[in-house]
């Protein structure tokens, strides 16, 4: 029997064949493995505000143990302009891919929204999670007559117009606070607004002013000095290092919504990259070691997850809203 001898040129042509179907179906494979892994790179967070500030130091602190857990880098950029909506705005015009996170605060959330301000739509934003919360005081002269928020209640009402509190410009959480306090007490207090937290409360410490609308991490010095009294807290929790004050809840009055800073991305991030982000958040805002170094550096650190954080902003917009007219800058 004659076995017929195949041709050489053929069987290379074959294997050749094989080899170039076998390195495709290996490279889409790969290829395939590959586009269902994330992250598989460098995340960036963009700071919506400059060097130094709470919202740059929180997100200094929380990024590493995020890129942990999402066992890739967060690399941070600043970009600060429009009260924080410049930062958004930018990170909304990259790919909505999972790869650009940013912080959210109040102005480019539901303040700049009441006011029009803001160069996208809140839809735009998907609110990750909360991070710190800064609590907010009213806060007088260690000498001044009133001790407690309720004499100045008394006071006001028996003298509407009279008194005076100082406090960062109006669209600020202190100007926020301030008013919706006001507004629910039912009293006439004179706003007298100031270029940032520091010359507000040298008006008060100069007698400029009878009261001064503040973060607390701002008066904590003062009031350790005992040149200051901390009289009501704007929210419903009051500051663990001053238990014996009030907050406005505890009066009887409406919360004010939080000076808060959270993270964001684009809405249009596919919904199992927002999950493992997500995830990685949550893991380290529960890290013992985040929590001591935010609180080392003098923020309240506060979790929300997308739901409660949700609900807040859009709380949030309800109550501006309500006291926008009052807000005039």
């Known amino acids: ?25 290996l490279t889409f494979n790969i290829s395939a493995k590959a586009a269902e892994v994330f992250p598989s790179g460098p995340v960036e967070f963009v700071v919506c505000y400059p060097p130094g500030g709470g919202a740059d130091v929180a997100a200094r602190i929380v990024m590493p143990a995020v890129g942990n857990y999402l066992g890739v880098p967060v690399s941070i950029v600043n970009k600060p302009g429009g009260e924080g909506s410049l930062g958004v705005s930018y990170s909304l015009n990259k790919k909505p891919d999972g790869y650009t996170l940013f912080g959210i605060h109040q102005f480019s959330t539901f303040v700049g929204a009441v006011f029009g301000q803001l160069p996208y739509d809140l839809k735009e934003i998907y609110p990750i999670c909360n991070w710190i919360d800064n609590l907010n005081i009213f806060a007088v002269q260690s000498s001044s007559p009133f001790k407690t928020f309720k004499d100045v209640v008394n006071y006001a009402k028996q003298n509407p117009g009279k008194l005076k509190y100082a406090l960062p410009t109006t669209r600020t959480s202190q100007g926020i606070g301030a008013e919706l306090l006001k507004s629910n007490a039912g009293v006439d207090i004179v706003p007298v607004p100031f270029k940032g937290s520091g010359p507000a409360m040298t008006a008060l410490l100069g007698g400029h002013a009878d009261l001064c ?23 419903k929790r009051r500051v663990k290092e001053i238990p014996e004050v009030s907050s406005a809840v505890d009066l009887g009055y409406d919360e004010a919504p939080l000076a808060f800073a959270g993270a964001g991305c684009s809405a249009k991030v596919p919904k199992d990259r927002i999950e493992k982000i997500s995830l990685a958040f949550e893991k380290a805002m529960k890290d013992p070691k985040v929590l001591a170094q935010l609180e080392k550096s003098g923020l309240e650190p506060v979790y929300m997850d997308h739901e409660e954080f949700q609900k807040h902003i859009l709380e949030g917009f309800s109550k501006v809203n309500q006291i926008k007219d009052k807000l005039k800058e």
């Not at 004659?2 to 390195?23: A, F, Q």
């Open 213 to 235: 609308s503040v973060p607390y991490a701002m008066a904590k010095p003062h009031i350790q000095a005992g040149t200051v009294r901390a009289l009501v807290v704007f929210g």
């Open 1 to 25: 029997m004659k076995v017929k001898k195949i041709d050489n040129g053929l069987m290379k042509g074959v294997l050749v064949l094989l080899t170039i179907i076998i390195s495709g179906i």
